[in-house]
């Protein structure tokens, strides 16, 4: 018995170490994917930069890929070559992902018209309670001009969930009425 106290600390030491490290870890990620957000914004090896939070974004580890899925979508043009990758994010089995694949696309606004399919499929297809599903709308209503060929779609999901998603529904749909001023369909 006496020989295991030693090895049983020895375990406790490792697993505390572990867990330490993995809130330095978290920490060092946000910093990691941050910088590579700052050298697509500056330029400096940027095309790259931007290639590395993609692969990022699509990495099993759940905070560093919603925290790249984040930065690409605070990039606004700079983001273009990602908008397809970020659309398949929407399909990811991470929540954390999908939400936040939803939100960068809502916040790139008209640069994320490519994912404009994607993005409508989401609204179709997805649950009302889902706020993927909400920033998804959202995204459409943000994206404009081309995004007005959804609006039956935005327009018969209304009441099929709660107040929330249809006040989403309803800023998406208000943001692209307005783009056609008096041509509303």
């Known amino acids: 018995m006496s020989g295991l106290a030693p090895l049983l600390f020895c375990l406790l030491f490792l697993l505390l170490s572990e867990v330490a490290g993995c809130a330095?870890?978290?920490?060092?990620k946000s910093k990691?994917?941050?910088a590579l957000g700052e050298r697509v914004r500056t330029g400096e090896d940027g095309v790259?930069?931007?290639?590395?939070?993609?692969?990022?974004?699509?990495?099993n580890d759940s905070f560093a890929a919603s925290r790249a899925t984040g930065v690409i979508g605070t990039l606004g043009k700079l983001a273009a070559p990602a908008v397809s990758e970020l659309a398949s994010l929407l399909g990811?089995?991470?929540g954390y992902v999908r939400r936040e694949a939803a939100l960068s696309l809502s916040r790139l606004g008209p640069t994320a018209a490519p994912a404009?399919?994607?993005l409508a499929q989401e609204?179709?297809?997805?649950s009302p309670g889902n706020d993927s599903t909400w920033f998804s709308a959202q995204a459409i209503g943000n994206i404009g001009g081309e995004g007005v060929k959804?609006?039956?779609?935005?327009r018969s999901k209304l009441g099929s969930g709660p107040s929330q998603f249809?006040?989403?529904?309803n800023a998406a749909i208000d943001q692209l009425e307005k783009g056609l001023g008096d041509s509303v369909p």
Do not use: F, G, M, T
């Open 24 to 28: 330095e870890s978290r920490e060092e």
């Open 32 to 34: 990691r994917v941050d």
């Open 48 to 59: 790259e930069a931007l290639a590395e939070l993609v692969r990022i974004a699509h990495s």
């Open 92 to 94: 990811s089995e991470d």
């Open 116 to 118: 404009l399919d994607r």
């Open 123 to 126: 609204v179709r297809n997805a």
């Open 150 to 154: 959804y609006l039956p779609l935005l």
């Open 166 to 169: 249809d006040d989403c529904l």
